[in-house]
C-alpha cells in the first residue's frame, strides 16, 4: 500500500534539476553550489501495470545526452547480500544536485556490468523496512542514509578510506559503475549505512554534502598541521548555494 499513490496518480515523478554552477565528480568526490532536495515522500509514484517483481527507477543513458528517463528494475531482496547481511530500505527523500545535471549531460558516468543505463540520485534519506538474519545494527523502522563511494582494491580502499582510493577506476552509487538512489527500495550492507536520529529526519538528506564539506575541512586541516605556527582565524566561501551555507556555518563552528 502507498499512501502517495491518489495524488500521484496518471502523473510519474516530476524532477525538476535547477540550473546553476555546478562541480564535478572524478575520482574524488565534489561539492555542488545549486543543489535541490526532491520530496520522494512515502511513495514514489504510481505506475499503472507495474509488474508486482518490478519497480521505478530514475536513469540516464551513459554517453547519450539529456537522456533522463524512467527505467524499469527488479525489486531488491534482502537476500543479496550474502551472510544475512542485507538491509532493506525505502527511499523517502533523495537531492538532486549539479551531479546529476552533469551526468544527465552525459558529461561522465558508466553503467553498472550488465545495464546499459546508470540510475541516478546520490544524496539519499530513506527508511528500513527489513533485515537480514545477522543484521543487529539497524531494525525495521530505522532512518538511515546511505554512503555514496564502494571499495576498489588500493590499500585506502580497504582500510575504509574510499575517496582516497588510488585507482584510476572508482565506484559510487548513482554516479559511477554502481546504481543510485532515485528509486523506491534498495538494499545494502550495514557497512555503507549511517542510522540517523528519528529528531534529524527532516534535514537528513543533507548529511551527504554535509560530509563533502566535512571531508573538505578536514583535508585543509591536515594539509596544514605540519605547519606548527598555523593559526587559521578566517575562512573564504565561494558560493552561496545549500553546499556554501552548510560550508560557512560550518566554518562558523570551528
Request: hydrophobic share 40%; aromatic share 8%; charged share 25%.
Amino acid at each position: 500500500e502507498r499512501p502517495d499513490q491518489a495524488a500521484a496518480a496518471d502523473r510519474g515523478l516530476a524532477v525538476r534539476i535547477r540550473a546553476g554552477s555546478a562541480g564535478s565528480r572524478g575520482k574524488a568526490p565534489s561539492a555542488v553550489d545549486n543543489h535541490s532536495d526532491v520530496q520522494i515522500g512515502q511513495a514514489f509514484w504510481r505506475v499503472h501495470n507495474l509488474k508486482d517483481n518490478d519497480m521505478k527507477s530514475v536513469a540516464v543513458i551513459p554517453g547519450q545526452a539529456n537522456s533522463i528517463h524512467l527505467a524499469d528494475l527488479p525489486k531488491p531482496s534482502v537476500h543479496e547480500i550474502p551472510n544475512g547481511r542485507g538491509v532493506l530500505v525505502q527511499v523517502l527523500r533523495v537531492g538532486v544536485d549539479g551531479t546529476d545535471k552533469e551526468i544527465n549531460a552525459a558529461e561522465y558516468g558508466l553503467a553498472p556490468p550488465g545495464y546499459d543505463f546508470l540510475v541516478i540520485g546520490h544524496e539519499c534519506f530513506g527508511q528500513v523496512t527489513e533485515v537480514g538474519y545477522d543484521v543487529s545494527e539497524f531494525s525495521p523502522g530505522d532512518f538511515v542514509v546511505p554512503t555514496v563511494r564502494r571499495p576498489g582494491g588500493s590499500f585506502y580502499d580497504q582500510i575504509g578510506q574510499y575517496d582516497m582510493t588510488l585507482e584510476d577506476t572508482y565506484y559510487e552509487r548513482g554516479i559511477n559503475l554502481r546504481h543510485g538512489f532515485l528509486t523506491e527500495l534498495f538494499v545494502e550492507d550495514p557497512e555503507y549505512l549511517v542510522k540517523v536520529p528519528k529528531g534529524l529526519k527532516d534535514v537528513a538528506v543533507l548529511l551527504e554534502p554535509m560530509s563533502i564539506i566535512q571531508k573538505g575541512l578536514i583535508q585543509a586541516y591536515e594539509a596544514q598541521r605540519r605547519f606548527k605556527i598555523w593559526r587559521p582565524k578566517k575562512a573564504a566561501v565561494l558560493g552561496a548555494g545549500t553546499v556554501g551555507l552548510l560550508a560557512a556555518l560550518s566554518l562558523r563552528m570551528k
